[in-house]
């Protein structure tokens, strides 16, 4: 079959013509961006120890996520690794972690010489499933590191119930979702410690980047120590009391965020109305389904609008070919993760392939079945945060474009 009835990865005409009519690009700039660069430039105090971008963004920041305290760091997956470390977790200590998320939520475990556990997902939500934790908790667990996958908030009423119940730390992994909220409290402020990623993807991003947020002053000093080679706030600049790192982020890259912040509100309500739009078009197809809704969250980031492909209804075409398809139509989609217990990283562990803790209980990894989310990376599709900066007629082509697959793949 050719021509405009036929797939455009078999020679149809495809719905859109991303060369005429592209997706928004990311990131977005302006000479807000380049000010600030040159003030930081010009000021000649391009370390965070002597300027004060960094210092006002961190406080920016925390505000904005109804948080008391933030301390800024590298990344993301560096922020993980202070939390620990902040929190005195280690060899033998055991952290119940979700499997589908990006390898930092559970290398960071690693990292500290402590053992991933991992506790299967929501297959309609993505985040881990609170259900299960609960199960996985033995007197060596001492920590809950959730996952707010695709900027969509986990439940914040039964997992931190859980972790007070135990009496265990709860970490947030917000990396994708700044701006998010439940019940009307934006995420990373409402367990003991929350991290956010400003790597290049993500809604707020200065190229890499990360910061810790806590309402908790202690916890964020504790972080701060550990984010500055083990130096404590009260003494001296030659004064290492814990073991820590040199993670400080630099002038420049506050700078960026500083002026990145200023549109994340607008971007926020953008994203949030196409993907509504979005979910109304698809809401009545039958050859996909859709993430649940919960009114409890009152803010979605929407890093990904995700939606999972149903194969039969689609003539069978597997998980890879149908995003291959979905794609050449012109929507920007891609797959997922895979079940992060599947990375050779985790069999090594288990088979004790390297310098690992040898006093930790070993789970196997490669047994490990969590069948939700084994399921999900066989038909999870993503499409990213900047294609939901476009318009509601760019949305139309999405939803045209699946309709047209579910007719020609038959």
């Known amino acids: 079959m050719t021509g405009s009835s036929a797939a455009a990865v078999n020679g149809g005409t495809p719905v859109r013509d991303t060369a005429q009519n592209p997706w928004p690009k990311w990131p977005i700039y302006d000479e807000t961006e380049e000010r600030a660069l040159l003030e930081v430039l010009h000021s000649g105090a391009w ?6 971008q960094g210092k006002q963004f961190e406080h920016e920041f925390a505000t904005f996520q109804d948080a008391k305290f933030g301390v800024n760091c590298t990344n993301g997956t560096a922020a993980l690794e202070i939390c620990l470390r902040a929190l005195g977790i280690g060899c033998g200590d055991e952290v119940i972690v979700p499997p589908y998320t990006f390898v930092a939520t559970a290398s960071a475990v690693l990292a500290v010489s402590a053992t991933p556990i991992f506790v299967d997902i929501e297959s309609d939500t993505l985040n881990i499933d609170p259900n299960l934790i ?4 033995t007197p060596r667990t001492k920590a809950i590191i959730l996952v707010h996958m695709a900027g969509r908030p986990a439940d914040m009423d039964a997992i931190p119930a859980i972790a007070r119940k135990h009496g265990l730390y709860l970490i947030e992994d917000a990396a994708q979702a700044v701006g ?19 790597q290049a993807s993500k809604n707020l991003n200065s190229g890499e980047g990360g910061i810790i947020l806590s309402n908790d002053e202690g916890l964020a000093d504790k972080a701060w120590s550990v984010a500055n080679v083990g130096r404590v706030r009260s003494g001296r600049w030659y004064e290492h009391q ?13 700078a960026i965020l500083r002026a990145q912040m ?11 109305d196409n993907a509504e739009y979005l979910r109304s078009l698809l809401e009545g197809v039958d050859s996909i389904q859709l993430m649940r809704k919960d009114d409890r969250i009152t803010t979605h980031a929407n890093h990904l609008f995700t939606f999972r492909y149903k194969k039969e209804a689609f003539g069978g075409i597997g998980y890879a070919n149908f995003v291959k398809a979905l794609a050449a139509e ?16 985790f069999a090594r562990f288990t088979l004790k392939e390297g310098s690992w803790c040898q006093n930790s209980r070993t789970p196997n990894y490669p047994a490990l079945v ?3 989310c084994e399921a999900i990376c066989q038909d999870l599709v993503w499409i990213h945060q900047t294609a939901l900066l476009a318009t509601h007629k760019d949305m139309d082509d999405i939803a045209t474009a699946i309709a047209k697959l579910g007719s020609v793949l038959k």
């Open 262 to 272: 200023t549109r994340v509100p607008d971007q926020t309500e953008r994203r949030a």
């Open 330 to 345: 012109g929507v920007p989609a891609t797959t997922g993760y895979v079940p992060l217990y599947k990375e050779h990283l």
């Open 242 to 254: 814990v073991l820590g790192g040199n993670y400080r982020l630099t002038e420049f890259q506050s």
């Open 370 to 372: 969590l069948p939700e």
């Open 47 to 52: 370390w965070s120890v002597e300027g004060t």
């Open 134 to 137: 609960e199960a996985a908790i």
């Open 180 to 198: 998010a909220a439940w019940r009307g409290t934006r995420v990373g402020a409402i367990g003991d410690l929350g991290t956010f990623s400003f």
